[in-house]
């Protein structure tokens, strides 16, 4: 029977995969952790006509195709199998066994294989070109869960939400399917709101509904949330990081493995618990993350993602860097690009490690016709080393 007792959160294990979780509910399963494009034409994974997201414009292939994709496969561990359109470099599989030797590799399956049998599939969101029936969250409802609009059901603190015709400024407007920080604005004026519904409907063709929140001022961090819901009720701790944004995209996120317990009981009774409920009572289990916003007059939920989120992987190593190394500060860095390949900069960062006290962890890469794109975890004791050893990297 589900409780609204705290998360558990410390482990005997200090290894825990993506897969452990997903097999607390799901004996056998596959992990797809590509996710959905509505405007990237000849992707294996467009929504063209169902389950229709708003990421225009669209991020290169190779984003959708391997960048994002691999950020989770470095922890998704030897349980269950991963699906994907391409498997990773053997050099970035030999870079992971020498950073974190103790997450065992998962095997990749292709598309077409893992639809030939019945074995469900856990996906990041609703997916037009995969059955229903494998899905492991019917696609209906996960679409569903994942509209910025549904929040209001939850019964948590917002920022209120207005109708198009009687809006005050400044506002925020948010594409209610929109990925990637797509779509979404703030808005001061009539006429940036014209100018930005002209663009979201008119010339990206978006039909679906657009949200307009108001704007909470004075606010001083965004932590997000993050942890694992099974269907017995049973909740597991993955952690808290601190996001970073360019305007309202995320780019990356920080974290002090010290504080962790301090997060998760400041949100405890006032989102975890009715975020839980509200999952629970639609049929949902698996990894959920939210966004809150911290100021001096409140708390207030602005985003809800139940998925395994782009963070996971960087949480469960935060957990693991903490426990075994000690290297309790960390940053995942993301959609970094470089004028070097994904080889070289890997080659790069396996020197820095043999000389840093921290560690360095490339989590993706995805080559481009003048160098690469990359998504970095680095661990180190203090936040200011994290910068440096980044900064080194990068330099």
Excluded at 345 to 365: D, M, P, Y
Aim: with cysteine.
């Amino acid at each position: 029977m589900a409780t609204n007792s705290k998360p558990s959160f410390f482990s005997n294990l200090n290894v825990i995969t993506i897969g452990d979780l997903i097999q607390k509910d799901l004996e056998k399963a596959y992990f797809l952790p590509q996710q959905p494009s509505s405007y990237s034409k000849g992707y294996r994974f467009q929504n063209s006509t169902k389950y229709q997201v708003f990421d225009s414009p669209p991020p290169p292939l190779s984003f959708n195709q391997t960048l994002f994709p691999l950020r989770n496969l470095a922890t998704t561990g030897d349980k269950i199998q991963l699906v994907m359109e391409s498997e990773p470099p053997s050099y970035l599989q030999e870079h992971w066994n020498n950073t974190m030797p103790d997450f065992p590799l998962a095997s990749v399956k292709s598309v077409d294989e893992a639809l030939l049998d019945d074995i469900p599939i856990v996906t990041s969101a609703a997916l037009q070109s995969i059955p229903e029936h494998k899905q492991s969250i019917h696609p209906d409802l996960m679409y569903k869960l994942q509209l910025k609009s549904s929040i209001l059901e939850i019964g948590v603190p917002v920022p209120k939400h207005m109708e198009e015709d009687s809006i005050s400024f400044p506002c925020v407007v948010k594409a209610d399917m929109g990925w990637c920080g797509r779509g979404s604005q703030i808005v001061r004026g009539e006429g940036e709101l014209t100018s930005i519904t002209t663009h979201i409907r008119d010339l990206c063709g978006w039909d679906g509904r657009i949200v307009f929140q108001e704007f909470i001022p004075g606010v001083k961090e965004v932590p997000s949330f993050q942890f694992h819901l099974s269907k017995s009720g049973e909740m597991f701790w993955v952690g808290t990081t601190h996001g970073k944004f360019d305007g309202l995209k995320w780019i990356a996120a920080t974290v002090d493995w010290r504080k962790q317990e301090e997060y998760r009981d400041l949100v405890h009774e006032e989102f975890t618990i009715p975020i839980k409920n509200y999952l629970l009572k639609n049929g949902y289990f698996g990894l959920v993350t939210f966004e809150v916003l911290f100021t001096d007059h409140g708390k207030f939920m602005v985003d809800l993602n139940p998925r395994v989120g782009g963070e996971t992987s960087h949480l469960l190593l935060a957990r693991y860097m903490a426990s075994v190394f000690g290297l309790k500060h960390s940053a995942m860095f993301s959609e970094n690009t470089h004028n070097v390949s994904g080889k070289w900069l890997v080659q790069k960062a396996n020197g820095l490690n043999e000389k840093i006290e921290g560690r360095l962890v490339i989590l993706a890469v995805a080559d481009e016709p003048h160098g690469c794109n990359s998504d970095v975890s680095v661990f180190a004791q203090s936040a200011e080393e994290v910068q440096d050893i980044f900064g080194t990297l990068t330099s």
